[in-house]
């Protein structure tokens, strides 16, 4: 290395040897760290930097131990051959989730304490027909710093949300019934309907939530038993339910006695989020008899999809069936799995610095749909846009996928109105996915003025 490598601290939070280990990780990710090359001397990293050797050689340690690197006795530390890069080409924009940052070293640590307490261990080896005390109450007061009000006993753990689903619409619908749900929506509620036997019926959105006329008239004239909803960012249209949609549906759902299942997965940033209606109908409840929301939501689009923690937030008089149905697929949900989600939500570099980096790529997009002078609207990790006649979602998303990269075509969800939605979480590295942005942004261009030569 002719010049000594110097990263900018200033760009990380947390300890000075955990901000360095992270930049450490983010150079070899991006390729500005080649593997094995020898990385600083830790003297001279420090004097560069400002920080003491023993910081330098904490963070090297650390990242020793998360597998980034190997220190060889005499001659140095250097980074490990990896095929990280080249495990990262792809450029997937039709898969949800949450960019690549902090989550392995995170991870890694929270691994690695776990490693250290054999007697911990054990404990979460055995069998746990009901869920640890100690995780309800992390994962309690986690949603209380999330201004999400409930009691520990309230909340029930599953495999991810999928399986939060299936047990809801389990525990409390029988074959032959109804459920309503968005007229777009994630398909995962279909698929779930379908295998139990329930019939769906939509109910047709607007742009603050769903058409409250109409839902009213389905209430009643079909009686369902449940409604499913993604209120706070619509999948996958990006809407957000208005204050007064929230309102009037409890109202509604009150009235006809069904229960809402309101589905809050789709990530959302902090200037976007909504408090969920679980909390308005708590307020609102004179008692818990008239509660009627059962809140669904997981870690996979907050942290990373491989952990497979999602939770419910259920009223009283509903979770026996719930557990029930939960009890029928799995004799438990893994504590183990479940102690590392609570260690991770614990650690406060959470989130790391990747809601600067989703907003920063919400802007690229938006910039984008403007200049293709498309109606768009983004939220969170996912941007959708209308494409404009003759041009169809399917040429640009077929015409993408030979290039090797994958976006959602609207008819995915039910939705016929020449859409196509772009998920931004895929790749840590900006320089990659502003040229996969490019194509996208030049695949329209050239798709719409073949679609007019054609016409």
């Given at each position: 290395?002719?010049?000594?490598?110097?990263?900018?601290?200033?760009?990380?939070?947390?300890?000075?040897?955990?901000?360095?280990?992270?930049?450490?990780?983010?150079?070899?990710?991006?390729?500005?760290?080649?593997?094995?090359?020898?990385?600083?001397?830790?003297?001279?990293?420090?004097?560069?930097?400002?920080?003491?050797?023993?910081?330098?050689?904490?963070?090297?340690?650390?990242?020793?131990?998360?597998?980034?690197?190997?220190?060889?006795?005499?001659?140095?530390?250097?980074?490990?051959?990896?095929?990280?890069?080249?495990?990262?080409?792809?450029?997937?924009?039709?898969?949800?989730?949450?960019?690549?940052?902090?989550?392995?070293?995170?991870?890694?640590?929270?691994?690695?304490?776990?490693?250290?307490?054999?007697?911990?261990?054990?404990?979460?080896?055995?069998?746990?027909?009901?869920?640890?005390?100690?995780?309800?109450?992390?994962?309690?007061?986690?949603?209380?710093?999330?201004?999400?009000?409930?009691?520990?006993?309230?909340?029930?753990?599953?495999?991810?949300?999928?399986?939060?689903?299936?047990?809801?619409?389990?525990?409390?619908?029988?074959?032959?019934?109804?459920?309503?749900?968005?007229?777009?929506?994630?398909?995962?509620?279909?698929?779930?309907?379908?295998?139990?036997?329930?019939?769906?019926?939509?109910?047709?959105?607007?742009?603050?939530?769903?058409?409250?006329?109409?839902?009213?008239?389905?209430?009643?004239?079909?009686?369902?038993?449940?409604?499913?909803?993604?209120?706070?960012?619509?999948?996958?249209?990006?809407?957000?339910?208005?204050?007064?949609?929230?309102?009037?549906?409890?109202?509604?759902?009150?009235?006809?006695?069904?229960?809402?299942?309101?589905?809050d997965v789709n990530y959302s940033l902090p200037s976007e989020w909504h408090t969920p209606m679980w909390s308005l109908d708590?307020?609102?409840?004179?008692?818990?008899?008239?509660?009627?929301?059962?809140?669904?939501?997981?870690?996979?689009?907050?942290?990373?999809?491989?952990?497979?923690?999602?939770?419910?937030?259920?009223?009283?008089?509903?979770?026996?069936?719930?557990?029930?149905?939960?009890?029928?697929?799995?004799?438990?949900?893994?504590?183990?799995?479940?102690?590392?989600?609570?260690?991770?939500?614990?650690?406060?570099?959470?989130?790391?610095?990747?809601?600067?980096?989703?907003?920063?790529?919400?802007?690229?997009?938006?910039?984008?749909?403007?200049?293709?002078?498309?109606?768009?609207?983004?939220?969170?990790?996912?941007?959708?846009?209308?494409?404009?006649?003759?041009?169809?979602?399917?040429?640009?998303?077929?015409?993408?996928?030979?290039?090797?990269?994958?976006?959602?075509?609207?008819?995915?969800?039910?939705?016929?109105?020449?859409?196509?939605?772009?998920?931004?979480?895929?790749?840590?590295?900006?320089?990659?996915?502003?040229?996969?942005?490019?194509?996208?942004?030049?695949?329209?261009?050239?798709?719409?003025?073949?679609?007019?030569?054609?016409?």
């Amino acid at each position: 290395m002719g010049t000594i490598w110097s990263p900018n601290l200033d760009s990380y939070t947390g300890a000075k040897y955990s901000r360095l280990a992270q930049a450490v990780e983010d150079g070899i990710k991006n390729g500005e760290l080649m593997p094995n090359s020898k990385l600083p001397p830790q003297r001279l990293l420090a004097d560069k930097l400002g920080v003491t050797v023993g910081t330098v050689t904490r963070a090297y340690a650390l990242l020793e131990q998360r597998g980034y690197v190997q220190a060889k006795v005499g001659a140095g530390t250097y980074v490990k051959a990896s095929d990280y890069q080249a495990a990262n080409k792809g450029a997937d924009f039709a898969t949800c989730q949450q960019p690549f940052t902090n989550q392995a070293a995170i991870l890694s640590d929270a691994l690695n304490q776990l490693a250290k307490t054999p007697l911990r261990l054990s404990q979460l080896m055995q069998y746990h027909a009901e869920p640890l005390r100690e995780h309800q109450l992390t994962f309690s007061q986690w949603l209380h710093r999330r201004n999400i009000p409930q009691s520990s006993e309230q909340i029930v753990f599953t495999h991810g949300a999928q399986q939060g689903i299936f047990s809801i619409l389990n525990g409390l619908m029988q074959a032959g019934e109804m459920l309503l749900c968005e007229s777009s929506c994630y398909p995962g509620i279909h698929v779930a309907a379908e295998q139990l036997g329930l019939k769906t019926m939509p109910v047709s959105l607007t742009n603050e939530g769903l058409d409250l006329a109409e839902l009213a008239d389905k209430l009643t004239q079909y009686q369902p038993k449940v409604l499913y909803l993604t209120p706070n960012n619509q999948n996958p249209t990006c809407i957000q339910y208005s204050d007064t949609q929230r309102k009037s549906i409890i109202d509604l759902a009150r009235k006809h006695r069904v229960v809402i299942i309101e589905d809050d997965v789709n990530y959302s940033l902090p200037s976007e989020w909504h408090t969920p209606m679980w909390s308005l109908d708590q307020q609102s409840a004179d008692n818990e008899q008239q509660q009627c929301v059962i809140y669904l939501s997981s870690l996979s689009k907050m942290f990373c999809g491989g952990l497979r923690q999602g939770f419910l937030l259920i009223p009283s008089r509903l979770i026996g069936p719930v557990k029930q149905a939960i009890y029928s697929q799995c004799w438990m949900v893994s504590p183990l799995n479940t102690e590392l989600a609570c260690s991770i939500i614990d650690n406060n570099d959470f989130m790391g610095q990747r809601e600067q980096l989703i907003a920063e790529r919400q802007k690229l997009g938006i910039a984008m749909g403007l200049r293709l002078k498309l109606t768009q609207n983004w939220r969170g990790l996912n941007g959708w846009l209308q494409l404009k006649a003759p041009l169809k979602s399917h040429h640009v998303v077929t015409a993408l996928a030979q290039k090797g990269i994958l976006i959602r075509n609207g008819d995915d969800f039910n939705n016929h109105d020449n859409c196509i939605r772009i998920s931004i979480g895929d790749t840590h590295d900006d320089k990659h996915f502003i040229e996969q942005l490019s194509i996208i942004e030049a695949s329209i261009r050239e798709l719409s003025q073949s679609a007019y030569s054609v016409v």
